[in-house]
């Protein structure tokens, strides 16, 4: 009896602990790694085009630092801001994590170290700072570039009786050509909205040919004007797209990822709006359509005189927890992480565009050609902007437009209600 | 720990139904024994106490005190009932709730149909014997195995509609409605789940008096009457116990099928409180408000725990 007692007495102490330990409150600054020890949080580590990547970054840091180990955790990317949200929440979070450029890392910046002394010499050689920034300070490293290409099938615009070294420069030519591109029994857009994303590409892919250069920077800069007639012509475009029948079947209950890029790249659709890096990229898409068949083409003209340039920011960057016991040492291996040499890694393996401006692309085929060509007069995605909350409440406008159960007006005017108080 | 907040108060509700707490009687004035003796229940009693204490009772009043508290700057300071106004005006939320009372009023489709699929085995129709391991067959999938075959299954490109293509019927976007979504998923959700209930179903007819049965053939009573008049008073507790226990199973685990089939979408009509809980905790960095959703999911599951054990207990005085 004795015994027993001893030992439900010590399972209940071990248990009680066990759940004090986890019910910490917010404040707590206890994190995952010790001073010489580092533990990184991403999704991307575990894939075996990132294992050249990791191992490159890690090397450059066992130079800097031989006496910390660092410990990369991969999360599935379901789940990750979930894990880390909780994590940080509970004072356990990672010394070094990655982040989506935008609203994921900008609505964390206060569990997060700014950069800016630390990476000052990384400035002029990698690109999409942006990204990673809010108020005027930085909190991670790109090491990658993410954007918003529009790509097109050469084969099916042979098949249309189009000329594929000439994609449509303006709107009215592009609904020619979507025109004869149905005619020849395939789709003329491969649009996948059902997480509500399709819209957001949709935005950036076409904000630069539609809005004012002004209108464009301002609303990079914060100043969104939602009763713009060119904003409000985005959407409209949008709706138009749908009720003309450009789009594939049932695009409400078509994952993006990776449905309506596989549809694209099954041949089965004309145009995608696509990505530069992870997946649904020019890299994928050679893969099926070859090199020589897949195109990048500008944005089609909306607007008279505008010229329209490639969307793209910061994709993937590495931030410091505020909770780690030496940014210093943090910061050297976000420097790591983001070096040339692990960046080209990246690049080659997994076919990312990589933050490092340097990395030759030559090799990769004429689509990556006229990507990273973009990136020198590209500017920061106009969906990136926007708030998670916002763009979550954009996915569900989106969707209801297309199904024609709400307004252009009626939406844009939500939206401009949703981004005031985000 | 804010999402998994909404799960303890089931569990807790459910717990007068699974395992009745010993409830020794300890008369006031009894011939003194040991320390020991006299400790004993306690003691039996203190790790089960103290595990739900610690990890079930004080980690849900930590969230419900989260919820009151701000997020993002307001993180940490008190701000009252913000985050409850904030849920009563989002639509979205009040989509979630009513997709609950939409749940609820399907239920009784939810329990007639394992219920008519026992009798019809009960009653021997042909090759019984394999549809009792057939039905039983989708209970043992993951949610999220369904999901993904129902997600192939029900595309707009998908087999069903190139079925119903091929009676001439236009195509229907199972997924992508937001009229029909819900009714989708739910209708997935009760496919895979019901082989459960056929099972509660079947051991229920095995304490049926076939005599009942057979006096009824004998007096040319027809199937529908068999069924009105004689099964259904004779299995009215495990009728209550299938309903209480589809209710439970409906509201606390489509997360995995919505997640995998509709993500909430389209156009928010599948969302559910627990949906919308991980929403806000995970992707809008809002746990405080998600802690309040989870108040709310958790007072809901409640009133849900307390009518159950009502429900049990008086069918517990029928007898």
Redesign the interface.
């Known amino acids: ?2 015994v027993r ?1 001893g030992w ?2 010590l ?2 102490t071990a ?2 602990l ?3 330990g ?2 910490s ?3 707590a600054t206890n994190s995952g790694g010790s001073a010489d020890r580092l533990v990184v949080w991403d999704w991307k580590s575990g894939e075996p085009s990132a294992k050249a990547y990791v191992e490159k970054a890690k090397a450059d840091f066992a130079r800097k630092h031989p006496d910390v180990t660092v410990e990369f955790v991969a999360q599935p990317f379901d ?1 990750y ?2 894990l880390l ?2 994590a940080i ?2 004072g356990k979070g990672p010394d070094v994590m990655l982040f989506n450029g935008g609203g994921q890392i900008r ?2 910046v ?1 569990a997060l170290v700014p950069l800016d002394g630390y990476l000052a010499e990384d400035r002029g050689r990698l690109a999409g700072w942006d990204a990673f920034s809010k108020d005027g300070k930085t909190y991670a490293g790109p090491v990658t570039l993410q954007g918003h290409p529009i790509y097109y099938n050469k084969a099916l615009y042979r098949k249309a009786g189009l000329d594929p070294a000439a994609p449509p420069g303006s709107w009215d030519e592009f609904l020619a050509d979507c025109n004869a591109v149905t005619k020849a029994g395939a789709d003329c857009i491969a649009l996948g909205n ?3 994303a399709g819209i957001q590409f949709w935005l950036s892919a076409l904000g630069s040919a539609t809005l004012t250069a002004q209108e464009y920077d301002d609303w990079i800069a914060g100043k969104r004007d939602w009763r713009s007639p060119h904003v409000r012509q985005i959407f409209d475009l949008w709706k138009q797209a749908g009720d003309k029948g450009l789009n594939s ?7 993006m990822f990776n ?1 309506s890029f596989a549809h694209f790249q099954s041949g089965k659709a004309a145009h995608v709006i696509g990505l530069m890096s992870d997946v649904g990229h020019w890299k994928d898409f050679n893969e099926f359509l070859t090199p020589g068949e897949l195109g990048v083409m500008a944005a089609p003209t909306v607007t008279t005189g505008v010229t329209p340039s490639m969307p793209f920011d910061g994709g993937i960057g590495y931030g410091v927890a505020k909770a780690t016991k030496n940014p210093q040492v943090a910061a050297d291996l976000v420097r790591s992480l983001t070096s040339t040499d692990a960046l080209k890694a990246f690049f080659t393996e997994a076919g990312a565009i990589a933050a490092d401006t340097t990395i030759d692309v030559s090799d990769g085929g004429p689509a990556v050609a006229t990507i990273v060509a973009g990136i020198k007069t590209g500017k920061p995605a106009l969906h990136v902007a926007l708030s ?2 916002t763009l ?1 409440l954009m ?2 406008l989106s ?2 437009l297309l ?1 024609g ?1 709400i307004t252009v007006d009626q939406v844009v005017q939500q939206l401009a209600a949703s981004d005031k108080t985000a | 720990m804010r999402t998994g907040s909404a799960q303890p108060p089931v569990r807790a509700a459910a717990a007068p139904r699974t395992g009745p707490v010993p409830h020794e009687p300890v008369a006031p004035r009894r011939v003194p024994g040991s320390w020991a003796e006299r400790l004993a229940p306690f003691v039996l009693i203190a790790p089960t106490a103290l595990v739900i204490l610690a990890l079930r009772l004080y980690p849900l009043l930590l969230g419900v005190n989260f919820s009151f508290t701000g997020d993002g700057e307001r993180n940490g300071t008190a701000v009252g009932l913000d985050n409850y106004r904030e849920l009563i005006g989002d639509p979205l939320f009040r989509t979630a709730l009513s997709n609950v009372g939409l749940l609820v009023a399907l239920l009784p489709i939810a329990v007639a149909i394992p219920g008519l699929l026992a009798t019809f085995i009960y009653l021997r129709v042909p090759g019984h014997r394999l549809y009792r391991s057939v039905y039983f067959f989708p209970a043992v999938l993951s949610p999220v195995i369904i999901g993904a075959i129902f997600n192939l299954l029900l595309a707009f490109d998908g087999p069903l509609n190139a079925v119903l293509g091929g009676l001439g019927i236009s195509p229907v976007d199972w997924l992508g409605d937001p009229d029909i979504a819900i009714f989708a998923v739910v209708g997935v959700h009760v496919w895979a789940t019901f082989g459960m209930a056929l099972v509660v179903f079947l051991a229920g007819f095995a304490t049926l008096d076939p005599a009942l049965l057979d006096a009824a053939r004998v007096d040319g009573a027809s199937l529908p009457r068999v069924i009105w008049h004689v099964i259904i008073p004779s299995l009215a507790r495990t009728i209550q116990f299938v309903f209480v226990t589809t209710m439970i199973g409906m509201l606390t685990s489509m997360f995995g099928l919505l997640f995998v089939m509709t993500s909430g979408g389209p156009e928010g009509s599948t969302y559910l409180p627990e949906y919308y809980i991980w929403t806000q905790q995970g992707q809008m960095n809002r746990p405080a408000l998600a802690s309040a959703a989870s108040t709310v999911l958790f007072v809901i599951m409640l009133v849900v725990g307390l009518l159950q054990v009502t429900l049990l207990q008086r069918a517990g005085k029928d007898d």
């Open positions: 009896m004795k007692t439900s007495a399972l209940v248990l009680t066990a759940g004090c986890s019910a409150g917010p404040g789940q801001y979930t949200g909780a929440q509970s609505d964390r206060d059902k997480e509500g079947d049932g695009a409400n209950s078509t994952a449905d998670s909350k979550d996915g569900r969707q209801q199904s159960s």
